[in-house]
């Protein structure tokens, strides 16, 4: 029996309506919502991911400014930069576009946007309060995952969840959430010997490597929840491209109990917790004033 399909897309359509209703009430007490993206270079690529971004943010109300800069620009320059937005009452959520040129260094750069406008939750601060089980705002991919997860009514305090992959953004943050769930969690990484051991006794399998099919049907147990966070284009015999997650989907759905598409999974999840974590953090600066 097939694996019933967790439409991300239909839930990120109803955070949306919650988050333009939080954006309203703001608006209404003067408090408007202002996130202010940094953009480092210019590539096709990213002006239209910052292009969709704006418009997401304008469908929910969300003021929107995207600051450019050239790739030559400087560290400490960027940094200045970063400290006005964080002094600035008017911009109540800051996020800087990656990847950055590369003699600039990323992570320090992200420690230096305030931990209230983190909207990325991207500051070692805001995965710090992750760990210590008092999260203030975590990262979007993470936050997408967990949801996802909620919205089967799957229990997952208890429950042994595997996350195969490591990364700073998404591994890492995903296993700290699935913990603070209070589940029972294993980390695979590059140095895992064998995944497959952990995965086939999972209840709850969270992929995000960026490997396309790099986990199919027989490496996962019945009845599980999947979650694809992978995003890979590939090119097909005849050459058209498409999107594949790193789910070997149409095995995978096979054996699980529950599983994301890609695309129309995590993706716009993802989106929608970005739109969310940023009037969390109006609410708090609000509180806070």
């Not at 949801?147 to 953004?169: C, D, R, Y």
Request: net charge neutral; charged share 20%.
């Amino acid at each position: 029996m097939s694996a019933q399909i967790i439409d991300g897309s239909a839930l990120a359509g109803k955070m949306k309506l919650e988050v333009t209703d939080q954006v309203k009430a703001l608006v209404a007490r003067g408090k408007p919502v202002h996130l202010t993206a940094l953009l480092v270079g210019s590539t096709p690529a990213g002006e239209l991911y910052a292009q969709r971004q704006g418009e997401a943010c304008r469908a929910v109300g969300i003021n929107y400014q995207l600051l450019k800069y050239p790739a030559e620009i400087a560290q400490r320059e960027l940094k200045r930069e970063i400290r006005r937005l964080n002094v600035d009452p008017s911009v109540t959520g800051i996020m800087m576009h990656l990847p950055l040129p590369g003699h600039l260094d990323h992570p320090r750069l992200q420690y230096e946007i305030d931990v209230v406008k983190d909207v990325e939750g991207v500051n070692p601060a805001n995965i710090g309060y992750v760990v210590y089980g008092h999260t203030l705002i975590a990262p979007c991919t993470a936050l997408a995952v967990i949801e996802l997860i909620k919205s089967t009514g799957v229990e997952i305090a208890g429950a042994e969840a595997v996350v195969v992959g490591a990364s700073e953004i998404a591994g890492k943050p995903i296993a700290l959430l699935l913990a603070e769930q209070m589940a029972t969690v294993t980390l695979c990484h590059i140095k895992t010997r064998d995944v497959s051991v952990h995965t086939r006794r999972a209840d709850i399998v969270v992929v995000a490597v960026g490997k396309p099919h790099l986990l199919n049907g027989t490496q996962i147990k019945e009845g599980s929840v999947v979650i694809d966070v992978g995003i890979n284009r590939v090119t097909a015999a005849d050459g058209t491209k498409r999107t594949v997650g790193d789910v070997e989907f149409e095995s995978a759905r096979e054996k699980a109990g529950l599983i994301t598409p890609v695309p129309g999974g995590v993706g716009p999840m993802t989106v929608a917790m970005l739109l969310r974590n940023t009037v969390r953090s109006a609410l708090i600066l609000e509180s806070a004033s």
